[in-house]
């Protein structure tokens, strides 16, 4: 099959931390005859094209023919955003080493939908999250997972085409606790308390200014895909990368996964032994947690979408964990 070059990639406006309301805008309108226009133009015509289920928020998701996934995000600037933003970096952590699917052809002409698209290689496999297992279950995939990262951080250059990308930071979550309890979230001792967390993770080093390395930025169990055994195929979704601290990269799978990857990560990129690390990384997923307790249930998208498991989990691996730098991160 002959498919079309990936064109340059225009500048587009700054991204925009999505509301925590959830409100979120429209994809193009999927037309017989733009879908076909589509396939037509990458020289796809008569392939089949099934929409896949969405667990994510930014793209609507399609499966053409065995080989290839279309991916098209929503119609708002911080979703267009993120596909040009995927679209610079796909190709490049490839090359450097990191496992993940080939960007194939990707076109922002604007002439066949409203929005720019990619197709990527379709790696086999499903998303991690899909096999429903406790990451005590897949520990070995979870080790691969950070020794990609890893390599990622280590390798990518603050120089080229990926030097100006950085993601959208959430704000500070010193407010929050009160912010809640006035809301009734929480009662104003719980709110004590999470104020009191907020400030002994600064004290364990949250709150260090990190060396900057490329991140992933949206490193959940949804994203990582895996053979029909559990074994650790490539990462996926690479619309929040950008330059910022390492820890965050961890902060999206459930804290039990955390150590796994960290002994991965470990093997092959230094970090620091004194549990400062460890801090930023439960700093980072309570700050999510605290950031999205204000939506309403989601019961149909990930993990890293749902607040309230979020931070049941992040209390019982703390309490329970037999390492002292991620016990020490407890209040």
């Keep these: 099959m002959v498919l079309a070059a990936i064109p340059g990639v225009r500048h587009a406006r700054s991204a925009q931390v999505v509301e925590a309301s959830l409100n979120l805008p429209e994809f193009p309108a999927f037309t017989p005859e733009r879908l076909e226009a589509l396939l037509a133009r990458h020289g796809l015509a008569g392939y089949a094209l099934v929409r896949l289920s969405n667990v994510g928020i930014f793209n609507a998701i399609f ?12 119609q708002h600037p911080a979703f267009v955003e993120a596909a040009l933003k995927e679209a610079r970096a796909v190709n490049i952590v490839r090359a450097l080493g990191v496992r993940t699917p080939a960007l194939v052809a990707f076109d922002d002409a604007l002439d066949v939908l409203p929005v720019p698209y990619g197709l990527y290689e379709r790696v086999p496999g499903q998303p991690l999250e899909q096999l429903r297992l406790s990451p005590l279950e897949t520990p070995e995939a979870y080790r ?32 929050w606790p009160d912010e809640l309890a006035g809301q009734g979230y929480v009662g104003t001792s719980e709110a004590r308390w999470l104020s009191s967390w907020i400030n002994h993770l600064k004290q364990r080093g949250a709150d260090a200014t990190p060396d900057l390395v490329f991140r992933h930025g949206d490193l959940q169990a949804t994203n990582i895909m895996v053979d029909p055994s559990g074994a650790y195929v490539a990462l996926l979704d690479w619309g929040a990368c950008g330059w910022g601290d390492a820890a965050h990269d961890f902060a999206g799978v459930p804290l039990r996964a955390a150590p796994l990857m960290l002994q991965g990560y470990r093997a092959e ?63």
Excluded at 63 to 72: P, T
Excluded at 147 to 171: I, K, M, Y
């Design 63 to 74: 499966a053409v023919g065995d080989s290839l996934i279309l991916r098209v995000p929503r």
């Design 144 to 175: 691969e997972v950070g020794r990609d990262l890893a390599r990622l951080h280590s390798v990518v250059g603050r120089t080229g085409p990926l030097a100006q990308l950085t993601p959208e930071e959430l704000p500070p979550p010193d407010a």
């Design 269 to 331: 990129r230094d970090v620091p032994d004194d549990g400062s690390f460890e801090a930023r990384v439960v700093f980072r997923q309570l700050q999510i947690a605290l950031f999205l307790l204000r939506r309403s249930p989601q019961p149909d998208k990930s993990w890293a979408e749902r607040p309230l498991g979020m931070m049941l989990d992040l209390l019982q691996s703390l309490a329970t964990s037999p390492d002292e730098r991620w016990r020490s991160a407890l209040l």
